[in-house]
């Protein structure tokens, strides 16, 4: 049974910091590329970063280049995406997803990430920021 498990979402104040993680204890992480969606009300579902260990490939998206890091852990087989700084427009809900290990590699090439080819996905996280 695959199952993607992501954790760690809640109330943050402007500024402040969280670390999400993506538990995917049926998978071997270095076989997979692991990406971290997000989607707000009313908005289109949006890629912000991936990896892949087997291509050597990382990617994020603009608005969180250098806030947000995305971190794999090869024994606990879990994904974290520490997210520093937090901003107005970074709440909505996390998703943690698995794809084809091209997938960040195309994403890097691409300038942007698609949720098309990852084939699992998680329950979502709730992200909130607020004063």
């Known amino acids: 049974q695959v199952q993607l498990v992501e954790s760690g979402g809640g109330l943050v104040q402007p500024g402040g910091s969280l670390t999400l993680s993506c538990d995917t204890s049926a998978f071997n992480l270095d076989d997979y590329t692991i990406g971290w969606f997000r989607q707000a009300p009313g908005k289109e579902r949006e890629g912000i970063s991936c990896?892949?260990?087997?291509?050597?490939?990382?990617y994020y998206e603009n608005s969180v280049k250098g806030r947000f890091t995305i971190t794999s852990d090869h024994v606990r087989n879990t994904v974290a995406l520490q997210m520093n700084n937090l901003h107005p427009e970074d709440p909505a809900v996390y998703y943690c997803?698995?794809?084809?290990?091209?997938?960040?590699?195309?994403?890097?090439?691409?300038?942007?990430?698609?949720?098309?080819?990852?084939?699992?996905w998680g329950q979502g996280t709730q992200v909130t920021v607020s004063s």
């Open positions: 997803a698995m794809g084809q290990p091209s997938n960040c590699a195309t994403a890097q090439t691409a300038g942007v990430m698609a949720a098309k080819g990852y084939g699992y």
């Open positions: 990896n892949s260990n087997l291509v050597g490939a990382t």
